[in-house]
């Protein structure tokens, strides 16, 4: 399996502040992916983060909103820019091992906009 | 498009008993796998199970098992003698295994046990 940490593990921010979340994995995934998790709800994917090139989005999520970056294969950062109150939520990393089916999850972070 | 339905939003069980969690899918791809992950209060995703779309026998964990049943489109996580420590929320997801890795998540089920 895959030890994923993330930094930080929670924080309170202003409306329009930015927060970037670090995620740190512990063997050379294939493949890192951000989700969010919105109070009550169940978790999105954000985007696939790609090693060296823009990551790829999903439906409704935007590089300006959430820019992400994986400089090499076992780092990755995700940016909650312009924040608003409905930015709330649970921002997860997650990572896949070469050859195998699980991902893996860090243990995300808590973000409250006030 | 995948899609997974977990129709529990909440289950109380009695500590020491099973518990079965439910989760049907629903999938055009011939080549997926099944998860379940548990979610603790404190946020982190634990991955429990894990099941493939071409896998004859059901797969087991410890006390976590999955009942898969393809043609039914089913795979209930079974835990068995349940303890208080199993409290969280339960998530099944699934994947396609060629191609995107994305997972996508059913909208979980609370699990309660009661001493």
């Known amino acids: 399996s895959a030890v994923i940490s993330q930094k930080p593990s929670r924080d309170i921010c202003q409306r329009g502040t930015s927060l970037t979340i670090q995620c740190q994995v512990d063997?050379?995934?294939?493949?890192m992916f951000w989700y969010r998790q919105q109070p009550g709800q169940s978790l999105t994917l954000i985007a696939t983060?790609?090693?060296?090139?823009?990551?790829?989005?999903e439906s409704g999520f935007v590089i300006d909103k959430f820019p992400i970056s994986r400089p090499n294969l076992t780092f990755s950062t995700l940016t909650v820019s312009n924040m608003s109150p409905e930015d709330s939520s649970i921002y997860l990393c997650?990572?896949?091992?070469?050859?195998?089916?699980?991902?893996?999850f860090g243990p995300g972070t808590r973000l409250l906009v006030l | 498009a995948q899609k997974i339905t977990q129709t529990q939003p909440g289950m109380f069980v009695q500590e020491k008993e099973a518990v079965t969690l439910d989760c049907t899918y629903d999938?055009?791809?011939?080549?997926?796998?099944l998860f379940w992950y548990k979610q603790p209060s404190s946020g982190e995703m634990i991955f429990l199970i894990y099941?493939?779309?071409?896998?004859?026998q059901n797969a087991t964990e410890g006390r976590y098992s999955l009942n898969f049943q393809k043609a039914r489109k089913s795979a209930n996580l079974v835990i068995s003698a349940s303890q208080l420590g199993d409290s969280a929320m339960y998530f099944c997801?699934?994947?396609?295994?060629?191609?995107?890795?994305?997972?996508?998540f059913g909208q979980g089920t609370r699990l309660t046990i009661n001493p």
């Open positions: 997650s990572g896949a091992l070469a050859r195998q089916e699980t991902q893996y």
């Open positions: 063997s050379q995934v294939t493949m």
């Open positions: 997801a699934m994947r396609k295994l060629q191609g995107a890795q994305k997972l996508v």
């Open positions: 099941q493939g779309s071409y896998d004859e």
């Open positions: 983060a790609n090693q060296g090139s823009e990551a790829t989005y």
């Open positions: 999938t055009s791809d011939q080549s997926y796998g």
